[in-house]
């Protein structure tokens, strides 16, 4: 079982980037799935999170507007649009199985915002 992000990338402010969860050893039907984000120096916070039967999303006050979480249940995959892009938005960004409690994650993308 495990997750594997990319998507990350260098990116100019007012940008945006697409990022990608695959997992693999078992189903989006059985699990939420989180983004979280750690900058240098920061903890590590969540970004958006998705239930197991894709009903309900949950996006970080300061990412509200400009992400967007989605699922494609065929392709195991859940994707994280970012928007609008902002230098504060460069971190390390993970995916995570789970809503509040997570027990698998990847081993993250780097974003960088920045002109």
């Known amino acids: 079982l495990y997750l594997v992000e990319s998507g990350g990338g260098l990116v100019q402010p007012g940008g945006s980037l697409r990022l990608l969860c695959l997992s693999s050893?078992?189903?989006?039907?059985?699990?939420?799935i989180s983004w979280y984000r750690q900058a240098p120096g920061k903890v590590r916070a969540l970004v958006a999170r998705?239930?197991?039967?894709?009903?309900?999303?949950n996006v970080a006050d300061s990412v509200k507007g400009r992400f967007t979480i989605s699922r494609d249940i065929a392709k195991n995959t859940v994707y994280l649009q970012m928007n609008s892009l902002k230098p504060e938005d460069t971190a390390m960004y993970y995916c995570?199985?789970?809503?509040?409690?997570?027990?698998?994650w990847g081993q993250g993308t780097q974003v960088t915002v920045s002109s």
């Open positions: 050893g078992f189903t989006l039907d059985d699990s939420a």
């Open positions: 998705i239930t197991n039967d894709g009903a309900n999303t």
């Open positions: 995570a199985r789970g809503w509040t409690t997570l027990d698998y």
